[in-house]
């Protein structure tokens, strides 16, 4: 079982930067899939980001140029660095790992933008 910990949001102004983390409780070196949801208030959950196991990373249109997944496997911890931030970010983020057959999710963390 992995439990994963979000930090980092907040309240940024627009053109700003935030790096979100999610720390998971164990290795994620074996970890196949990890992911960047959010979910604005009244929206469904959206893939923001995707780094697979091979290194990959795909990006949702809308953050794409402006936000980068990543991973410290010795720190067991994603990240998310968001730059260029506008008021269209704002959202819960929620961080997901997939490591096959289970999936974990972390609690979610609020990211505002003001304009």
């Known amino acids: 079982q992995v439990q994963l910990v979000e930090s980092g949001g907040g309240l940024v102004q627009a053109g700003g930067s935030l790096r979100l983390s999610c720390a998971a409780s164990?290795?994620?070196?074996?970890?196949?899939?990890m992911r960047w949801y959010r979910q604005a208030p009244g929206k469904q959950r959206e893939l923001v980001a995707e780094?697979?196991?091979?290194?990959?990373?795909n990006y949702a249109d809308s953050v794409k140029g402006r936000f980068a997944i990543s991973r410290d496997n010795a720190k067991n911890t994603m990240y998310l660095q968001m730059n260029k931030l506008i008021p269209e970010d704002t959202a819960v983020y929620y961080c997901r790992m997939t490591k096959w057959p289970s999936d974990y999710w972390g609690q979610g963390t609020q990211v505002t933008v003001s304009s």
């Open positions: 164990g290795s994620i070196f074996s970890i196949n899939f």
């Open positions: 780094l697979t196991s091979r290194g990959n990373t």
